[in-house]
């Protein structure tokens, strides 16, 4: 049940592009992202629900595929702020369920 | 406002030992959830309370117990520490389960178990 992120680990020069993926076996009503700082606690950046709503980050997008059962994070002209680990948080059937997170995808942005 | 806090920050117990860590928040939220972190695993759910005096088990829930007596306050007892839970424990809270509600996480705490 667990969502699959990919890539497992990403590094980026400042200014390059990246996605993260996520993908889930069963059908999804949202998708939450996450970032994580070393050492310190996951934080807040989009909400993606069923239907095409979305609230969130106003510097990073996201994309739903409820057919694909998948979610994509999109990072652009990355900043050395971006570094991190994301996590996606999948809930599965008609909504109001705790999340389940997946393993994370660690990019790290460089100079 | 404070938002998510814990306490202890960390903690090193020896096998066998009994603990609890606290969680509080006061944003008024309804649910509250337990993580643990390791290495390469992401955020499993220990436990969670859809609200005060209600509690339900998540992905890892052995070896554990909670209790929601007051809104704001959520708390994770290990009652027979094994090394098996040395681990990094976040607390975590929304108004409501998923949907649009994003989770708030406190700092976390750091417990090693020899």
């Known amino acids: 049940q667990q969502p699959v992120q990919s890539p497992q680990a990403v590094i980026l020069r400042e200014g390059e592009d990246a996605v993260i993926n996520c993908s889930s076996s069963?059908?999804?009503?949202?998708v939450h992202w996450y970032r994580q700082k070393h050492g310190e606690a996951p934080v807040f950046l989009m909400i993606?629900?069923?239907?095409?709503e979305q609230k969130g980050h106003e510097k990073i997008s996201a994309s739903f595929n409820e057919k694909k059962q998948q979610s994509s994070l999109y990072l652009t002209a990355s900043q050395l702020s971006y570094s991190g680990t994301y996590f996606c948080?999948?809930?599965?059937?008609?909504?109001?369920?705790?999340?389940?997170f997946g393993k994370g995808t660690r990019l790290s942005v460089i100079a | 406002n404070a938002g998510v806090t814990q306490t202890p920050k960390f903690r090193v117990l020896k096998t066998g030992q009994s603990m609890t860590l606290l969680c509080a928040q006061d944003?008024?939220?309804?649910?509250m959830y337990w993580y643990r972190q390791d290495p390469g695993m992401g955020l499993r759910l220990i436990h969670y309370?859809?609200?005060?005096?209600?509690?339900a088990k998540g992905e890892v829930p052995d070896g554990y117990n909670v209790s929601r007596l007051k809104k704001q306050n959520f708390l994770l007892g290990l009652e027979s520490a094994a090394p098996s839970q040395t681990s990094v424990y976040f607390c975590?809270?929304?108004?409501?389960?998923?949907?649009?509600?994003?989770?708030?996480f406190g700092p976390g705490t750091r417990l090693t178990v020899l």
């Open positions: 975590a809270s929304s108004e409501l389960a998923g949907g649009y509600n994003e989770q708030f």
């Open positions: 069963k059908a999804l009503y949202s």
């Open positions: 993606l629900l069923k239907g095409g």
């Open positions: 948080g999948t809930e599965i059937g008609s909504g109001n369920t705790p999340l389940v």
């Open positions: 944003m008024n939220h309804e649910y």
């Open positions: 309370s859809v609200g005060e005096g209600t509690t």
